[in-house]
């Protein structure tokens, strides 16, 4: 029985020793485990994680940190590839950034520990009625005990808010940065459901960011924010003193009826569509509104009187400018200059090949592209961002996109690409039926897009991003004339096609989603971006002579009258072809409407509705996939004589052949 007692007594002095509020709250519970002199195994250490509170990309290791004792899982770092699927839920604070950028290096401490103390902090804003003064007292951070399982209740920050911290980085994912109009680092940009609200434009320290957060919750949820914020820790700080007061209370009235009607505010602003600007020759319905005018846009009319800058003229010198991974990011990414750039290394037998004519080449275009060059054995980072894999490699950049350049590398083909390149990636020019017209006679093959007044800025921007990748293939313009929509039967719009030798091929959209589909629209084109009987060169060999026969000229430029009319001799022929397989198609397909037509009336006679249904489902389709095309091309035999006659065993010099290669 005293045994029974004196436990008893020694339960009920450690429950009252366990229960005990603590008055300081320096003072921690005494672990059970001590009490009842239990050994227990030394916790294990915890990765420091983001070195001096790097983002993830900039991280010596990607483990989880610890806040307040609490361990923090590593910030989100974002996919460009997957961007709009990432951010589709909720808030997200991103911040834009480049490795190689000093703000964005000095900045990462802040930002990161602004996202631990934010991950931890328990909101605890009581019912949904909470008032402004509930908020005050409710404790601003997670208490020590807390466990990481609690941040994935309703009660945690992020579940409450529906907020969370991400960061991009802009060099690995320059078209994702350059889609959301990134043009300086750091860049902090708030998104509500994939929806762009606003960019963050305050003071880049603690105060400054914790700022616009505070601001942002309290829209979020009405009257939940302590009215005088609280206690900040310093960046790169692993804890913090909980329910202290801060240094400097917020500059903001906090209470419910002002949250709320900024949280509509807010709401409107997100749910009201953005107006895109009108693009060039882009007609738009008008009709008359009411005009207010205020300061903001008084201000803003002034800001746009302003005389604009001297245009910078590209490429002063002549020369090729080694670029350092800062240059880069400063020069390449961050602008909408063109830039035709070079990555290297010096003991390359290819790049010190290349060195002469790349030299020559810049000095080619001097006052017309900027010319770069990248040392990759000094720069390897950079080259592992382009995704450069062998050496050299040549880029053509305009802002957050490039295409590379897999041509012949002498002085003509480098100048040529050049020129084509920057006429190709300056936009899609306008044009009307006379300038068309003169196109036609040094193009051999121009895509067109017509459109109207009801194609939607959406369309345009689709229709720019094909641009870049039709550099060294062929043109592409927009127009809106009737005259060329009368020539070539345009009904529908937005439309495009592809003009060969004034022969059109049309890109056929089922759907108006489908003429904004970038991928489905390159495959088209590249599908019919040669030429009717284009030249046979190293670079489109393989495009020209894969899966197919082909009828290919074997042509002396040496005589320039016999090579002009076997030039027109082979394309006469090329479109007779055309002719008859467009013939023997147009007939395929009008035996099987036909076929279709006497079923569907023979089970009308039968009065059988179950054939009747199965002969109207029929669908008239006539696949190419099963059937070897045919194709037609020209090769210089002189140029080529040594592969030609080592290949086909023919020489030019004896005259001109025409043979039919299977490659297959």
């Not at 800062?326 to 390449?332: A, D, I, R, Y």
Request: proline share 6%.
């Amino acid at each position: 029985m005293r045994s029974i007692i004196q436990t008893a007594l020694f339960i009920f002095v450690l429950l009252s020793t366990l229960a005990a509020p603590y008055a300081d709250s320096k003072l921690q519970p005494q672990p059970v485990e001590d009490i009842l002199g239990i050994q227990t195994a030394a916790p294990e250490p915890v990765d420091a994680g983001a070195a001096a509170g790097a983002t993830n990309s900039e991280a010596i290791s990607e483990a989880p940190t610890t806040f307040n004792a609490i361990e923090v899982p590593p910030m989100k770092e974002l996919d460009g590839d997957k961007f709009d699927e990432d951010v589709k839920d909720g808030y997200w604070f991103v911040k834009h950034y480049s490795p190689y950028c000093h703000h964005c290096i000095a900045i990462a401490p802040t930002w990161q520990t602004l996202y631990e103390f934010y991950y931890v902090r328990s909101p605890r804003p009581g019912d949904s009625g909470a008032t402004a003064d509930m908020a005050q007292t409710s404790k601003p951070l997670a208490s020590s005990t807390q466990s990481a399982d609690t941040q994935t209740s309703m009660n945690s920050f992020q579940r409450y808010y529906n907020f969370r911290f991400a960061s991009l980085d802009c060099v690995a994912f320059g078209d994702a940065c350059t889609k959301h109009d990134i043009k300086a680092f750091p860049t902090f940009t708030l998104y509500k459901d994939g929806l762009f609200i606003k960019k963050f434009d305050g003071a880049r320290d603690m105060a400054g960011l914790n700022h616009f957060i505070e601001e942002t919750l309290e829209t979020i949820r009405p009257g939940s924010r302590p009215k005088d914020g609280f206690k900040l820790p310093e960046p790169g700080a692993k804890s913090v003193e909980t329910g202290a007061q801060p240094d400097v209370p917020l500059e903001k009235d906090k209470n419910a009826v002002a949250g709320a009607a900024a949280a509509v505010k807010q709401k409107e602003k997100a749910a009201t569509p953005a107006v895109a600007p009108v693009k060039q020759n882009e007609k738009v319905a008008t009709k008359p509104t009411e005009v207010t005018t205020t300061k903001a846009s008084l201000q803003a009319s002034k800001v746009a009187e302003k005389p604009t800058k001297p245009k910078v003229v590209p490429n002063p010198l002549g020369t090729s400018v080694p670029l350092s991974a800062e240059g880069f990011q400063k020069l390449v990414t961050t602008s909408q200059d063109p830039w035709f750039i070079k990555f290297y290394v010096p003991w390359c037998h290819h790049c010190q090949a290349l060195a002469p004519n790349w030299l020559q080449m810049s000095k080619e275009l001097q006052g017309k592209l900027n010319v770069g060059e990248v040392n990759c054995d000094t720069e390897p980072r950079l080259c592992k961002d382009v995704r450069v894999k062998g050496y050299p490699t040549i880029h053509f950049f305009r802002g957050g996109e490039r295409v590379e350049y897999d041509g012949l590398r002498g002085l003509g083909d480098l100048v040529s690409y050049a020129k084509k390149a920057l006429d190709i990636g300056s936009g899609v020019k306008y044009v009307d039926a006379l300038t068309f017209k003169e196109m036609e006679e040094t193009e051999e093959v121009i895509f067109v897009y017509f459109y109207d007044h009801a194609t939607t800025s959406e369309d345009f921007e689709a229709l720019e991003r094909l641009t870049l990748s039709l550099i060294g293939h062929a043109r592409i313009v927009k127009t809106d004339s009737a005259l060329l929509a009368e020539r070539f039967k345009i009904s529908t719009w937005p439309r495009l096609l592809v003009s060969r030798d004034g022969r059109p091929t049309y890109y056929n959209a089922l759907a108006p989603k489908d003429m904004r589909d970038f991928r489905q629209v390159l495959n088209w084109m590249q599908s019919v971006w040669l030429p009717i009987v284009p030249e046979l060169t190293a670079s489109n060999s393989r495009e020209i002579m894969d899966g197919r026969y082909v009828v290919l000229g074997i042509l002396n430029r040496e005589r320039p009258e016999d090579f002009l009319l076997d030039k027109r001799e082979i394309k006469n022929a090329a479109l007779e072809w055309m002719d008859k397989q467009m013939h023997a198609f147009q007939l395929e397909r009008q035996e099987m409407r036909d076929g279709k037509q006497l079923r569907i009336e023979e089970a009308e006679d039968r009065n059988d509705q179950r054939a009747l249904r199965a002969a109207k489902s029929i669908r008239i389709q006539i696949g190419e996939d099963d059937k070897k095309q045919v194709g037609f091309g020209w090769v210089d035999g002189v140029f080529w004589q040594r592969w030609i006659r080592t290949t086909y065993g023919i020489d030019v010099r004896e005259g001109e052949r025409v043979i039919i290669n299977d490659e297959d």
